[in-house]
């Protein structure tokens, strides 16, 4: 089990920027792949982004290909989403999670952070 905790969400304006942080600890950082998803109000939630556990290997949602960048500091125990381009459509709570499966594709995201709101305005 790794605890996670995010970070970084605020208001921003349709365009701009904003750099998201997750923060784990537990067991070893750089065994499990990360992902980054979301959940706008009265929707599912939905996978955004994943990185492999040595980083080499990015997986995104249609919605954000192009726009957010995830990335990863095993040394810090961190993962990142810097989002770019930002939309109204991207605002949501944005959670990162820990797969446990080990395997490519992430089949079980098992660990999840509490969350962090991100709100774009028009």
């Known amino acids: 089990q790794v605890q996670l905790v995010e970070s970084g969400g605020g208001l921003v304006q349709a365009g701009g920027s904003l750099r998201l942080s997750c923060a784990a600890s537990?067991?070893?950082?750089?065994?499990?792949?990360m992902g980054w998803f979301r959940q706008a109000p009265g929707k599912e939630r939905e996978f955004v982004a994943t990185?492999?556990?040595?980083?080499?290997?990015?997986y995104y949602a249609n919605s954000v290909k192009g726009r957010f960048t995830i990335s990863r500091d095993n040394a810090k125990n961190t993962v990142y989403l810097q989002m770019n381009n930002l939309e109204p459509e991207d605002t949501a709570v944005y959670y990162c999670?820990?797969?446990?499966?080990?395997?490519?594709?992430?089949?079980?995201?098992?660990?999840w952070g509490q969350g962090t709101q991100v709100t774009v305005s028009s």
């Open positions: 999670a820990a797969d446990k499966s080990g395997t490519w594709p992430p089949r079980d995201f098992g660990s």
């Open positions: 537990g067991r070893t950082f750089s065994s499990y792949a």
């Open positions: 990185i492999t556990w040595s980083g080499g290997t990015t």
